[in-house]
């Protein structure tokens, strides 16, 4: 038996709380949660092989380096967590063959999620929260109508994206070439969208 696996009794677990645990490493696969709350638990390097997550919330946890091959979350949200290095391309929505997604179905608020992957991926209506971004891709992603709150963009990359209708006008230290993504109608702030020139080979003075 690979580590964590007996962790959970059973493979549904309904309305519970999951409080102050230490997962740290374990391997989980084939649980399906349902409306759960994990409340400050440590997760980080877990790997989430083939789960289902609907109506949980997660407050407070580290989830950082943890793997989510063919898992999927419905309506989920996470709160002041920290998720460094999430590659969320493995879930399992993400390779739904032609499923177009009404909105992503995970909310994010207060989160740090540097270094993350969500590449290709279908994020209408994502919600970012004053969360920081930093080094976080995005080529090649459908942010149509996402909101980035307050959230810190440094070196977070968009390259062939489309960003119609998204929210940036309180995020902070964005760079996007708008010449390789779409931001018809997006929304964005002075100072900040005088970044949005540096893309086009021209002089500031």
Request: include cysteine; charge should be negative.
């Amino acid at each position: 038996m690979r580590p964590g696996e007996d962790l959970f009794a059973g493979s549904y677990f309904e309305a519970q709380t999951f409080d102050s645990l230490t997962l740290t490493a374990l391997y989980v696969e084939g649980k399906h949660f349902d409306g759960c709350l994990f409340c400050r638990c440590e997760m980080s390097e877990c790997v989430f092989s083939g789960c289902t997550f609907l109506d949980c919330k997660f407050e407070n946890c580290n989830l950082s380096l943890a793997k989510i091959p063919n898992s999927q979350m419905g309506n989920s949200s996470f709160v002041g967590c920290k998720m460094i290095g999430i590659d969320w391309t493995a879930s399992l929505w993400r390779k739904a063959s032609g499923k177009i997604l009404p909105r992503f179905p995970i909310t994010f608020t207060d989160c740090v999620l540097d270094y993350s992957i969500f590449v290709a991926m279908n994020l209408t209506k994502a919600q970012f929260m004053s969360c920081s971004l930093r080094e976080v891709g995005f080529e090649s992603a459908n942010l149509t109508s996402a909101n980035f709150g307050t959230s810190e963009l440094s070196g977070a990359l968009f390259s062939d994206t489309i960003l119609t209708k998204a929210d940036f006008s309180r995020a902070t230290n964005y760079t996007i070439n708008v010449l390789t993504s779409n931001v018809s109608k997006a929304r964005f702030s002075m100072p900040q969208a005088a970044s949005l020139l540096y893309s086009l080979d021209i002089i500031l003075e």
